[in-house]
């Protein structure tokens, strides 16, 4: 599954970057703490389809659907 | 002067240090078309030049590559001594990210570094302690703890950066890789030993969030802050527009009264004067919407609100970010287009820059005042709750709006393969609630005010003149009507004569070109009334006895809506956008649209 199917306060491992995202995008997520194996919280859901919020590490981000679908992970 | 530079991941508090080291007095350097600001004060014998904040080394957009790039020279440069790199104790894994690859590049370029730890207050407030001198040993570099809003450490740290400055080459780094896998484990080893507890930090602001990102809630805050903010630029900002119009007319008047009358006091009073106040009185409002503005984005409101307006927006190809922008345009367009600095994607803060001309700014509200008055009768309905010329203004400030989002529209697909335009998804970060502190915001609204000032007066200037001189001469008993201005009113008259305006319109629009607020003033002079920007019914009621016809009175207002009449607005996003193409291609775009708006409508009625 993947970063956007995730429910509110599921937490995940992420296991991949889609290639997607270019490699760019890819390595400053990673620079952002979104590095395959670690553990990522989701703590809200907006209405509409809106970005969600996640937890990693030390910070709080807010992806929208574009960026969280290419994020894959395994729900633990 | 040798220099000392300040890095650090946004939001690290770095603004607020750089304050403190350097006292108020400061100069800001930007750049055209990006947001890139480079601030210099000076602090001891050194200079100190405060960078943007950023996440990486590795730019994904112009903006961060300029920034970068300036990095990179500025660490070339010999007088550059030091660099003094700026971590958020409270997120130490993602500062060090950041502060690893700086540190790299302090190396290979013999630089002296130390690394600033700041905020240990709120860590104290937790009970935390990051033990510096072994943070230091395991990271080869020197390592102040501080919190530059408290002032704890500050002295200490003060004294350090003299010192590491006079003795820089026994401060080059030990350490520093340059492989990216290396920084990410480095870090994320060294915060597992000595950061505090994720959970712990964020509660708070995950708390506070949980209010106001909820769907209820949240919207309704959401609501009440922005209806604070619009009533902020009008409320706040308008009794010291007063007292600027009042200085500027006061001082005009003081200066003519000793002269003889003639040629050179009109002059001083019509186009100095009265240039100068035209657009002198919009700095109250920048810098009064500067300050709100950068006190949510220093209390952290900014991100969510930009998070809640972000789904809506992206569907005419617009950012969460752009929302604030579009709201502040309502008021005035130049502080508007100036707050698009903080869209992060350069490819949407173009597209919001293009389409704040459209949302009706309080230059248009006298103009519309006017013409309602002429054109909608006075009736209420649903004993007065529902009132017709009301219902009028809202429909004219929501046309506005529905133009704007159908430019982005169309804008959007006609860019939608421009490379050269970056688009960066949204990826925010939503940092921590704090409490502003006065002196970073104290330094924006100084900054923003003198920025509007330093890059409007020029062109406005000039196009007062002209138009001044087009009014003023060849001089005659017939005033405005004989002038050159009034000739090339008539000799331009076929065209608005298609819209069903005559040339006393005609002279009144082009005026307005100046400010839209002029209108009235013109038309009052054209139609012989005095006074006529205060007593609109009068000019109104003579408006209404001369036949101007229904279908040409809307067509009017549309085109009040659409059209760019406002030089001000056209030098500022040049300069913004850092493209002369730009700007005056929407003068004319929008120009032509607002013309065939007015052409249509005409037919219509």
Not at chain 2, 523 to 552: C, K, M, P, R, V
Not at chain 2, 554 to 559: P, V
Request: with cysteine.
């Amino acid at each position: 599954m993947t970063l956007w199917d995730m429910a509110t306060k599921q937490t995940g491992r992420i296991v991949d970057l889609s290639q997607e995202l270019g490699t760019h995008i890819s390595r400053r997520l990673r620079e952002m703490g979104f590095e395959e194996g670690q553990l990522i919280t989701c703590i809200r859901r907006s209405p509409l389809q809106g970005p969600l919020v996640v937890q990693i590490r030390d910070s709080v981000y807010s992806l929208e659907q574009s960026v969280a679908r290419n994020i894959k992970l395994q729900i633990i | 002067m040798n220099r000392i530079i300040l890095v650090g991941k946004p939001n690290s508090g770095k603004s607020l240090l750089f304050n403190q080291l350097t006292g108020l007095r400061q100069k800001v350097a930007n750049f055209p078309g990006v947001t890139v600001e480079l601030k210099t004060g000076q602090f001891a014998d050194y200079e100190v030049v405060d960078f943007p904040g950023a996440y990486s080394l590795k730019t994904l957009s112009k903006d961060e590559e300029i920034a970068i790039e300036k990095l990179h020279a500025a660490m070339q440069d010999e007088k550059t001594t030091v660099i003094a790199c700026i971590l958020d104790a409270t997120r130490l894994e993602r500062s060090l990210t950041f502060g690893l690859q700086v540190q790299a590049l302090a190396k290979k370029q013999n630089k002296a570094l130390v690394f600033v730890l700041n905020m240990v207050d709120e860590l104290q407030s937790f009970d935390h302690h990051i033990d510096e001198k072994q943070l230091s040993e395991q990271l080869g570099s020197p390592v102040y703890a501080i919190s530059a809003k408290t002032l704890l450490g500050i002295n200490e740290l003060k004294d350090g950066l003299k010192h590491i400055a006079s003795h820089a080459h026994d401060y080059l780094p030990l350490k520093g890789t340059d492989s990216s896998l290396d920084v990410l484990k480095q870090s994320r080893d060294l915060a597992q030993q000595f950061a505090i507890q994720a959970d712990l930090v964020l509660k708070k602001q995950n708390r506070i969030d949980s209010f106001l990102l909820n769907s209820v809630f949240g919207g309704l805050a959401f609501l009440v802050i922005m209806f604070l903010l619009f009533q902020s630029i009008f409320t706040w900002a308008a009794p010291i527009m007063d007292a600027v119009e009042f200085a500027i007319g006061w001082l005009a008047q003081k200066i003519t009264t000793s002269m003889e009358p003639g040629i050179l006091p009109d002059f001083i009073n019509g186009a100095l004067f009265g240039g100068l106040g035209s657009f002198l009185v919009f700095v109250p409002q920048i810098m009064v919407l500067t300050l709100v503005i950068g006190l949510l984005e220093d209390s952290g409101y900014l991100a969510r609100a930009a998070l809640i307006c972000h789904k809506p927006l992206s569907y005419f190809g617009l950012s969460g970010r752009s929302f604030i922008p579009y709201l502040s345009g309502h008021a005035c367009a130049i502080p508007a287009i100036l707050s698009a600095r903080t869209i992060e994607s350069p490819r949407k803060r173009l597209i919001t820059m293009m389409t704040i001309p459209l949302m009706s700014c309080s230059a248009r509200l006298p103009v519309y005042a006017l013409l309602i008055a002429v054109l909608i009768p006075e009736k209420s309905y649903l004993g007065g709750l529902v009132n017709l010329q009301g219902i009028a203004f809202f429909a004219l400030y929501m046309f506005g709006i529905l133009m704007a989002l159908m430019v982005s529209l169309v804008v959007n697909k006609f860019k939608a393969n421009d490379d050269k335009l970056d688009d960066m998804p949204f990826i925010l970060e939503l940092p921590a609630y704090r409490l502003p502190h006065w002196k970073p915001l104290f330094q924006k609204v100084l900054n923003s005010g003198k920025h509007f000032v330093r890059r409007a007066a020029p062109i406005i200037f000039m196009v007062t003149i002209a138009i001044w001189i087009l009014g003023y001469f060849p001089q005659s008993d017939e005033g405005l009507q004989a002038s050159w201005l009034g000739q090339l009113g008539q000799w331009i008259e076929p065209v608005f004569e298609p819209l069903g305006l005559d040339w006393r319109y005609g002279i009144a629009i082009i005026m307005s070109f100046l400010a839209r607020e002029v209108f009235v003033g013109a038309l009052g002079t054209l139609f012989g009334i005095e006074g006529a920007d205060e007593n609109i019914s009068g000019l109104a009621a003579n408006i209404q006895a001369d036949g101007l016809t229904f279908g040409a009175g809307m067509g009017l207002l549309l085109f009040y809506v659409v059209a760019l009449q406002c030089v001000a607005t056209v030098a500022t996003l040049k300069a913004e956008t850092g493209s002369r193409k730009i700007a005056w291609g929407l003068f004319v775009a929008y120009g032509l649209l607002a013309y065939l708006l007015a052409f249509v409508t005409v037919r219509l009625f």
